[in-house]
């Protein structure tokens, strides 16, 4: 999968590397095969509390994470596929309906040329090689953004593989591709404007309700948690309309160290708090973890 960090891009050329150059791995790589521990944190976290839903990740640090490395910022990207391929597996064996995955922003074309074109290649090289698995596992692959803005490589490999994984019911993987919160409102405010011009809409009957079904998020619910790694306290234009009571972690640990034993320190996180929603509170209490996942 493509990965994306937030902040500023150095002016390094990317155009006549090769992206197998950057196998760089990180201290906790992803196991083809569930440990009976692993199982057991798994178990133990259902039964303490609620599984969250929906699970949004802005996957941050990928150049940081290369540069205390001495390496090159894509080295980060790459390097942090691994970290997408352990936490698809592990929400979808958690129990986790959605996840969305901040991939690449609206701003993210304003850097260097030369990185966006390796971003791109990671992508449609991550599509081609991890598809197939995505279906053997029953997870549904979407999209979010403006799609067409994507090379027509990219846009074709993304749509054979949603097409793929169409009918898939375990688990739905939403790639935010091109994607902003801002544009995302805009562009249901714009759909609106046009019903309410054409008079099938009357301006009195809009809701909340109509905003949330003309985003491009209306199929799923909105998250239950969000992500963020790289210790960075800022939403950075992602789903700021469905964000609005959505639980925050926030981790230092850059995104290609980030792996399924920090994942489960984030719902327990979750778990241990009350969702009001502007309401009274109630009390209420959790087992404690004897699980070393803090």
Not at 225 to 234: A, C, D, P, Q, W
Request: with cysteine.
């Amino acid at each position: 999968m493509i990965l994306s960090e937030a902040g500023t891009a150095l002016a390094i050329p990317f155009d006549n590397i090769l992206l197998t150059d950057f196998s760089l791995n990180t201290e906790e790589p992803t196991s083809q095969q569930q440990s009976p521990e692993d199982k057991l944190k798994q178990d133990f976290l259902r039964n303490r509390g609620e599984i969250p839903c929906h699970i949004a990740v802005i996957m941050d640090g990928n150049g940081r994470w290369a540069k205390s490395r001495g390496s090159v910022r894509i080295a980060g990207h790459k390097a942090g596929v691994d970290s997408v391929k352990d936490i698809v597996e592990a929400c979808g064996q958690l129990g986790v309906r959605h996840l969305t995955l901040y991939a690449f922003s609206t701003e993210n074309w304003g850097r260097p040329k030369g990185e966006i074109s390796a971003l791109m290649k990671l992508l449609v090289q991550s599509l081609r090689s991890e598809t197939r698995k995505l279906h053997e596992n029953e997870i549904k692959l979407t999209s979010i953004g403006e799609i067409d803005r994507l090379p027509p490589t990219c846009r074709r490999e993304l749509e054979e593989a949603i097409s793929l994984t169409a009918d898939n019911k375990r688990m739905e993987l939403c790639l935010a591709l091109s994607y902003s919160g801002r544009w995302d409102i805009r562009q249901a405010v714009s759909r609106i404007s046009q019903k309410v011009k054409e008079g099938t809409l009357c301006p009195d009957e809009i809701t909340n309700e109509t905003i949330t079904d003309h985003l491009a998020t209306a199929h799923i619910p909105d998250p239950d948690l969000i992500v963020r790694t790289s210790g960075e306290f800022r939403l950075s234009n992602f789903l700021l309309w469905q964000s609005a009571y959505s639980e925050l972690y926030v981790t230092k640990t850059y995104w290609p160290d980030f792996r399924r034993n920090e994942l489960y320190q984030a719902v327990e996180s979750y778990q241990n708090r009350e969702r009001r929603f502007g309401k009274v509170s109630s009390h209420f209490e959790l087992e404690e973890s004897p699980f070393a996942i803090r």
